[in-house]
């Protein structure tokens, strides 16, 4: 049974944007959007143009992705160091969204007028190629890619 809902306060003090159908499984149930975003203007990439291979998109790899990427770029201010590097509410696994993971945060939280989404541009950890990488555009819920220098907004994201 459920101990969540969606748009429930999480334990981190963030908002549920997803449950698994058919409970706990790969050690999460729940993803959980951070009740504010950790950054309004960060680059995706390091400052290099490299592919990181951090290509998944479906829900349940965001957490890879942004292992991938830190791990390729190193130490420095990009989306996915940002999230990798944060503790909030007591929780230090927070991670970049996927590109799916992202669009749920849109549906289920933005377009029901909770958690303090602006009508911007976020970064997902979701890698085109070495250029580019997908973002999500919160005012028309469109996804796209764009060159990762460009400096988009950040929400960090936690699986339990």
Known sequence: ??????????????????????????????LEAAPSD???GKQWYN?????????????GTGQDNTTTIVTIQGAGSYAAQLCNDLTLGGYNDWFLPSK?????????????EVGD??????WSSSEL????AWFQNFYYGYQDYDFKYRTYRVR?????
Do not use: C
């Not at 049974?1 to 149930?29: C, E, H, N, Q």
């Not at 799916?100 to 029901?112: A, C, H, I, Q, W």
């Not at 989404?117 to 976020?122: D, H, K, Q, R």
């Open 100 to 112: 799916d993971e992202l669009n749920l945060m849109y549906e289920n939280l933005k377009v029901f």
């Open 38 to 40: 950790q950054g309004t």
């Open 47 to 59: 400052g290099s143009y490299v592919a990181t291979g951090a290509t998944g998109t479906a829900i």
């Open 1 to 30: 049974t459920p101990l969540y809902a969606l748009r429930d306060t999480g334990p981190a003090g963030g908002l549920i944007f997803y449950v698994k159908a058919g409970g706990y499984s790969d050690g999460w149930m729940y």
């Open 117 to 122: 989404f602006g009508a911007y541009y976020y």
């Open 156 to 160: 960090a994201v936690r699986a339990f």
């Open 129 to 132: 190629n070495a250029h580019a």
